[in-house]
């Protein structure tokens, strides 16, 4: 992705806590979304943030600070079906289309 | 509403043949987006329309491809003389007034 940096893969334990880190250009920026994508399937929505600090969506939360690039999704008490591709995505000025990062492929093992 | 529908699932061709895709978007949104995604990558942007008007293309999308969304309901995506590398799941996705982007669940196309 343009700009967007996210590790490329991460293994956590079942029942765990993850945080997945995403850095983005911070110049006409105007918010941030993660997604979470399975093998095959399409991407779906999980958050989107705008202004600084943590919004929290049950076991989800995703953190943005705008002056640093950088915003981290935060996985809690991790199940196996939370195994996928965590995509973060930097929404530029006006309706200027999303610009996603490689994706960070979580394994969750047992 | 079902959501953003994507026609085929999959497509084989053989290199040089040409392919058409459909997307159907959720039915009151007005805005439409083709991505491509390749095997560990992210969606890459191809294309988007407001309506029935073509915004922007990316530099990705060569003379070979095409699109269109000529009564600004679905669209179309044509790509001319496959390639290999054209090889990739093709998304659509749609939004509205709101900021989320509803994706499809894609086209994958396999070019032999």
């Known amino acids: 992705g343009q700009n967007i940096d996210q590790p490329t893969e991460m293994t956590a334990t079942e029942g765990a806590i993850v945080q997945i880190n995403c850095t983005y250009q911070?110049?006409?920026?105007?918010?941030l979304f993660w997604y979470q994508q399975h093998a095959g399937e399409a991407p779906t929505f999980l958050s989107y943030?705008?202004?600084?600090g943590l919004e929290e969506k049950g076991r989800f939360s995703s953190f943005l600070s705008r002056s640093k690039g950088y915003s981290y999704l935060l996985l809690k008490e991790l199940q196996m079906k939370d195994s996928a591709s965590y995509l973060c995505?930097?929404?530029?000025?006006?309706?200027?289309?999303?610009?996603f990062g490689k994706g960070t492929r979580l394994s969750v093992i047992a | 509403d079902t959501g953003v529908s994507q026609d085929p699932r999959h497509k084989i061709t053989k290199r040089g043949q040409n392919v058409t895709f459909r997307c159907d978007p959720i039915?009151?949104?007005?805005?439409l987006y083709w991505y491509r995604q390749t095997l560990g990558q992210g969606p890459e942007f191809l294309t988007y329309?407001?309506?029935?008007?073509?915004?922007?293309k990316s530099r990705l999308l060569s003379d070979r491809f095409s699109a269109e969304r000529p009564k600004g309901s679905f669209s179309t995506l044509e790509i001319q003389r496959t390639e290999q590398g054209d090889s990739a799941m093709y998304l659509c996705?749609?939004?509205?007034?709101?900021?989320?982007?509803?994706f499809g669940s894609g086209t994958r196309l396999t070019v032999v």
């Open positions: 996705a749609s939004t509205g007034s709101g900021y989320g982007y509803t």
């Open positions: 911070t110049s006409g920026f105007n918010g």
């Open positions: 943030n705008v202004l600084d």
């Open positions: 995505a930097r929404q530029g000025p006006g309706n200027t289309p999303l610009v």
């Open positions: 039915s009151e949104h007005n805005r």
């Open positions: 329309f407001q309506n029935e008007a073509q915004l922007e």
